[in-house]
């Protein structure tokens, strides 16, 4: 059955009733190496429910047309759709209007977005402050303008347990700190960052601030006006919507102010061979024709999850993470890499004598869906010095049994290969 306002109330708010949760995702009862597929790598990509796949199947039967461009039915009707998730990404973020609301390919994109076009204003000596805990598409951006522009990247240390040092992180907001762009919560570490506080140092020396929200917007609600963040960036694919499409939520007088990142078609009004009148806002930064069935899947993934309750999906994964972090601390050898007070449902693993590949293989083999490596967060890897971890990345359809599993492959994994 699929969640539906009328098929999940407020009033079962207090049993989170998995089982029901889990027979919307049909791919869940996929079987692996002869077991019941369990699947724990929900960081890198979040399976899809019947409520999105129908979304995108409906669309290509009876909606598909191009964009903003044709006055006949079937595009007004792709328009309609493609828009109408834009909306519903706006009540889901809180953002103040739709004209904030920038379709991107993901996260990845959303970042480089604002990298080459606020970025481009930067000058030389100019700097940017990230975090030691980012992912490789919140490094590699600015080291790019860097290299282009001379600015200067500043990151912010982290501790043992894989906390952000606030004091180190607020000794580096300078006179010529251009951008904060950090985090929300870490992809290889699960650590949630405190992100208030880091705005409120920011905005304390009028410093806009960029959250990287991939790992955030997925498990628990995000409202970007109470944030009073810039951006904020976050990708479908990893809260139950299609691949190849994301949002960069951005305050509308500050978009206004940036220059497109990309020319082309979309993100005009008039173009003659002399000079080119952009589009308003959001169509200025969404050249060429958009992933409009992954906005179809997009919209329908955000009214599943409003449906399903984002409080009640951060609370039950939230016990489910207790539930994994104390079977884990029984498993030999077994030591999780990321131990923060505040903390999203990733446990990542490193198996004294055995290398995580192997680990990842192993556990396959018992039908355990993990992701080993580095997360692209080589930096947080030499940080806890070791070559790679295996994570389990938790969304709300896990159950405590899959971690148990998790928890028995690694048993397994000591027992045959140390
Ligand atoms: C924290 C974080 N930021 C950015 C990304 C990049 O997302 P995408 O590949 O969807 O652009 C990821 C993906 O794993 C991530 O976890």
């Known amino acids: 059955m699929n969640a539906t306002a009328e098929t999940v109330t407020k009033s079962d708010a207090a049993v989170f009733d998995v089982e029901r949760i889990r027979a919307d995702f049909p791919i869940l009862a ?10 724990l790598d929900n960081a890198a990509t979040s399976q899809k429910p019947q409520a999105v796949i129908d979304a ?6 009876h909606q598909n047309a191009n964009v903003h461009r044709g006055v006949h039915l079937l595009s007004e009707r792709a328009t309609e759709v493609y828009e109408g998730a834009r909306d519903r990404v706006r009540d889901f ?48 951006p600015w080291q790019q303008l860097r290299d282009q522009l001379g600015i200067v990247l500043k990151v912010a240390p982290i501790n043992q347990a894989g906390e952000l040092d606030m004091e180190a992180f607020e000794a580096l907001l300078g006179e010529r700190t251009k951008l904060v762009s950090v985090t929300h919560v870490s992809n290889a570490l699960g650590t949630i960052n405190p992100v208030r506080r880091i705005i409120e140092l920011a905005h304390g020396r ?16 995000v409202d970007v006006q109470a944030l009073d963040c810039e951006f904020y960036v976050f990708s479908g694919h990893k809260m139950f919507a299609p691949t190849g499409i994301g949002v ?36 200025k930064f969404e050249a060429g024709t958009p992933n409009i069935a992954g906005a179809a899947g997009l919209g329908a993934a955000v009214a599943y999850l409003n449906a399903v309750g984002m409080d009640r999906i951060a609370a039950y994964e939230h016990q489910l993470l207790t539930y994994g972090t104390e079977q ?28 995580a590949h192997d680990i990842g293989t192993i556990v396959d083999r ?26 389990a990345s938790l969304a709300f359809y896990n159950t405590r049994d899959e971690l148990d599993r998790f928890c028995d492959a690694l048993r397994y994994a000591r027992e045959v290969l140390v």
Not at 30 to 39: I, V
Not at 212 to 219: E, F, I, S, T
Not at 256 to 276: L, S
Not at 368 to 391: E, N
Request: proline residues 5%.
């Open 206 to 221: 009028d410093i806009p601030v960029l959250l990287d929200g991939a790992q955030a917007v997925p498990h628990a609600g």
């Open 366 to 391: 018992k039908g355990v869906a993990v992701r080993s490596g580095h997360h692209c967060a080589m930096p947080v890897m030499q940080f806890f010095k070791v070559a790679a971890t295996a994570r």
């Open 328 to 355: 884990l601390q029984q498993v030999p050898g077994a030591r999780i890499i990321g131990t923060a007070r505040d903390k999203a449902a990733v446990l990542s693993v490193v198996l004294d004598g055995v290398h």
């Open 30 to 39: 996929e079987r692996a190496h002869g077991q019941p597929l369990a699947y």
């Open 93 to 140: 973020i809180n953002a103040r209007s739709s004209r904030e609301v920038v379709f991107v390919r993901g996260t990845t994109e959303g970042i480089n977005l604002v990298a080459h076009s606020l970025g481009r204003g930067f000058r030389k000596g100019d700097e940017v402050v990230i975090s030691h805990m980012e992912h490789h598409s919140n490094i590699v």
């Open 248 to 283: 960069l939520y951005g305050k509308e007088a500050l978009l206004e102010r940036m220059p497109p990142f990309q020319g082309g078609g979309e993100m005009i009004k008039m173009v003659t061979f002399d000079r080119t009148v952009y589009a308003e806002l959001p169509h």
């Open 56 to 61: 995108v199947n409906h669309y290509y039967r």
